[in-house]
């Protein structure tokens, strides 16, 4: 059996920063990775350069059954820390949108700086290590080696245990339940988990209406529960994608009301009516296909707005009739069945219920010595490199807690 201060079970964001934190404190530390190599999901991340944090990062920008427990791991480690170190690293990056962060080149530069920094401070890392069970002892007289990791590459043994093995998304990343299945085990509630950040598939004369047009993309402010985010809309040929429908889709739920605004930042009115002015002559259709994708116009005014005859000129159209097809363009019902599922989800809702860890430590409120971190936990960001940032507050915090 070989022992060490901290064994961490996830060679992914939280489980590195957690390794790396812990081995400058002088710790031995050991991360255990099932698959062949860690890292996988920031590797696939950003389509390949990771967008590996979000300078907007604010507790508002998670869901949690406890909103307020990601405030003090992200407070103490910010957007800015991480920066530091990208720099630190001569990594060359670059703000995409919205406060996102991207490497100029590849996310493999993200990996190695983790790993170079694990190095340098001695943590050991097992890759293709698969456990066959977790032994835990609550005596006093076994405290170093209270936790013990029954491993395809030995035994391994330590007084705290990391849990950073991720949620169910993207399974061919590796991805399982593994880390719920040690929450229940040590006496953790578990809330429901389901996909998030995923398209949403369309079913039944929804789906008809608009598979054809397969590809297209628009901006949208896309609107459910309370909640609303702007960004474009892509049209699959299952459904809705594109990063607008992503965000919203954490909010939704089968059955919930969600509407889009297909003239983002414009009062639909107002537009229509400067049409009228400017273009009198023009057909409805052939305005709507100006100011909207053409193909995606063609197809609201066959559906959505046919009783209103959009193949005439604008100037027959009264100002109730304006009125009518406002509406449409401002709150579009999008009736979607479902979502592609933990396939194809950036990320998993629910978690590991965080009433039972301390939001200082990361620590379990039940098992001394036992943390959870990163996305294993009830902790869920929105799209835009904040969960990587909860990854890396979270394993800093648990890291600086050991």
């Known amino acids: 059996m070989q022992h060490y201060d901290a064994l961490i079970i996830g060679g992914g964001a939280a489980g590195l920063m957690c390794a790396l934190t812990a081995g400058r404190r002088g710790m031995r530390v050991l991360v255990v990775e099932h698959a062949n190599r860690v890292g996988k999901k920031i590797l696939m991340s950003g389509g390949g350069r990771c967008n590996f944090t979000n300078t907007g990062a604010t507790p508002a920008n998670y869901l949690s059954a ?5 405030k003090s791991a992200l407070a103490r480690y910010t957007p800015w820390h991480f920066i530091e170190m990208v720099e630190r690293h001569g990594i060359a990056y670059h703000e995409k949108e919205l406060g996102q962060l991207f490497c100029d080149e590849s996310s493999k530069l993200i990996v190695k700086m983790l790993l170079d920094e694990c190095a340098a401070v001695g943590v050991r890392v097992e890759t293709s290590c698969s456990i066959e069970r977790v032994q835990h002892a609550d005596t006093d007289a076994t405290a170093n080696d209270r936790f013990r990791l029954h491993t395809t590459h030995g035994v391994f043994a330590a007084p705290s245990l990391v849990v950073a093995c991720g949620g169910l998304s993207i399974p061919s990343m590796g991805a399982s339940g593994y880390g719920f299945e040690l929450a229940r085990q040590f006496g953790h509630d578990v809330l429901p988990t389901r996909a998030g ?17 397969s590809g297209v993309a628009l901006p949208v402010t896309a609107r459910c529960n309370g909640r609303e985010f702007s960004n474009f809309l892509l049209i699959t040929h ?11 889709s954490s909010y939704w739920q089968p059955g919930d009301d969600l509407r889009l605004d297909l003239l983002p930042g414009r009062d639909a009115l107002e537009t229509l009516q400067a049409l009228q002015r400017e273009r009198p002559a023009a057909e409805l259709r052939t305005l709507l296909g100006d100011v909207l994708s053409k193909r995606f116009a063609q197809r609201l005014c066959e559906v959505w707005l046919a009783n209103l005859q959009p193949s005439r000129p604008i100037r027959q159209f ?4 304006l009125r009518d097809v406002a509406a449409i363009l401002q709150d579009w019902p999008l009736v979607a069945s479902g979502t592609e599922g933990y396939r194809t989800a950036e990320v998993t809702l629910g978690g590991v219920d965080t009433d039972g860890l301390s939001s200082s430590t990361m620590m379990s409120r039940h098992v001394p010595g036992l943390y959870f971190i990163g996305e294993v936990v009830d902790v869920t960001g929105w799209l835009g ?11 800093h915090a648990a890291g600086n807690a050991l």
């Not at 299952?238 to 919203?248: A, C, H, K, T, Y």
């Not at 009264?318 to 009739?321: E, F, K, R, T, V």
């Open 385 to 395: 490199g904040y969960n990587f940032q909860w990854a890396w507050a979270s394993g």
């Open 66 to 70: 406890n909103p307020h427990y990601c």
């Open 197 to 213: 950040l995923v398209p949403l598939t369309l079913s039944g004369k929804h789906l008809e209406r608009l598979s054809e047009l």
């Open 238 to 248: 299952r459904g809705v994608s594109g990063p607008s429908i992503l965000q919203i």
């Open 318 to 321: 009264n100002l109730p009739q």
